[in-house]
């Protein structure tokens, strides 16, 4: 009996059986599996630690001040961009893939796990770890960058979840156009080339000409990345922060339908 299907066994025979003791089980099993393979591993724990190091020299070409930006915040919303990216959203990619592949999807379908508990139990480890990232390089920031506390907390934590949540089923929606694991790495690039470039995590839209950075605000991650950065820097006003926070409701319910909607849950021949 595979680590999937015990979980399964158990979440059935659960008394009372609950949404939270399933979701948990299955929680369990993914990040067991996960840990069994090393790149996946790798790149979701140090690839968006790393990766902002990378951007850096890049940063020194740009008047930071006059956007009224900082290289901590810049920095620390470029490290949290890419979590988002490779922790949540390329690891999922090919979580799902591989479950689905190897029959794990459809037979965890014939007992009493609904399809949203299945695709978010999937999820679980992904989102930890990338929550946990995000503490991590917050708390990193702020003792070596002097980032200093968040000016506007109440917007990181929307920022934060809808970033998660969005990248999450924006992965299963990728699922649809993905036949392998292996392909996998293809189909996730270029969600992740645009996101990168376009959504203020290599650099700021606020670097950007004006027209283009309107356009870069409605890509998927776009609002999330913005509440993030304006979460630390307090620079969004009401108005601002309420057109974020709408943008990132609707990318976030489309995201989840459309995820939902074109999953395959049966390997494609």
Known sequence: MSTFEAAGTRARGASPTTAVRRLRALGRAELTLLGRNRGVVFTALCVPLLLPFSVRPALDHVDMKKHGLTLGTTMLTAAIGFSFLFAVYTSLVNAYVARREELVLKRLRTGELSDA????????PAVGIGLAQAVVV????A????TGAPKAPYLLLPGLVAGFVT?????????????????????ALPLMFVTMLGSGVTFPTEVMPHRLAVVCEFLPLSPAIR?????????LSGYEALGALGTALAWTIVAVFAGRRWFRWEPRR
């Open 117 to 124: 508990e299945i695709l978010t139990g999937t999820a679980l």
């Open 138 to 141: 917050s708390v990193a920031c």
């Open 143 to 146: 003792a070596l960058l002097h």
């Open 167 to 187: 990248s999450a089923a924006l992965a299963a929606l990728t699922t649809a156009f993905t036949r392998t694991v292996e392909s996998g790495q293809v189909t």
């Open 227 to 235: 509440l993030v950065r304006g979460g630390w820097t307090g620079q």
